[in-house]
């Protein structure tokens, strides 16, 4: 179960101070755990730090992204890879300003969702290809397109994944 904290800590420390290097863009990475808590007869839920995570757990991570700069930065792209030992589950609640596009061969390209791919299949005898619709879990990386960001202006992106 450390380990697989460890691990998944680790990929996220080592993309956040590749992306930083000298640029007038600021970024910072965190990872949360979503914890559902019922509280006078509502359930809501509460994100609390990442701490031993087990299969099965559900988390955030965010990019807070920052422009340092004097000027404006346009069409700031942002790519994160989701963490080998978790699976991607949906976009951060409430976040927008940004495209995201989706990707399933390891970041190599990109593409709004959703994302669809060809199987070959036999049918009666035949082998035959359609094209099916890529599940979300499927993801391997999210890319953010920010079109505008403004001079101290910070933006935070997100997303849910789940562990293995």
């Known amino acids: ?14 993309g956040s101070a590749l992306a930083q290097t000298s640029s007038p863009l600021l970024l910072s990475l965190s990872l949360s755990q979503v914890k559902t808590v019922t509280a006078g007869g509502k359930t809501t839920e509460m994100l609390v730090p990442a701490k031993g995570n087990v299969p099965g757990d559900l988390l955030s991570q965010l990019v807070t992204a920052k422009n340092t700069s004097t000027k404006a930065l346009k069409n700031v792209r942002i790519p994160l890879n989701v963490p080998k030992a978790t699976f991607y ?75 293995k």
Not at 1 to 10: A, F, W
Not at 121 to 140: A, D, I
């Open 89 to 163: 589950v949906a976009p951060e609640k409430g976040i927008d300003g940004a495209r995201a596009e989706y990707s399933i061969d390891g970041g190599k390209t990109f593409a709004p969702a959703p994302l669809k791919k060809k199987i070959t299949v036999t049918e009666n005898g035949k082998s035959v290809t359609r094209e099916v619709e890529v599940k979300p879990s499927e993801y391997q990386a999210v890319r953010w397109t920010i079109p505008e960001l403004a001079p101290g202006q910070t933006l935070k992106l997100g997303y849910r994944i789940q562990v």
């Open 1 to 14: 179960m450390k380990r697989r904290t460890s691990s998944i800590i680790l990929s996220l420390l080592l």
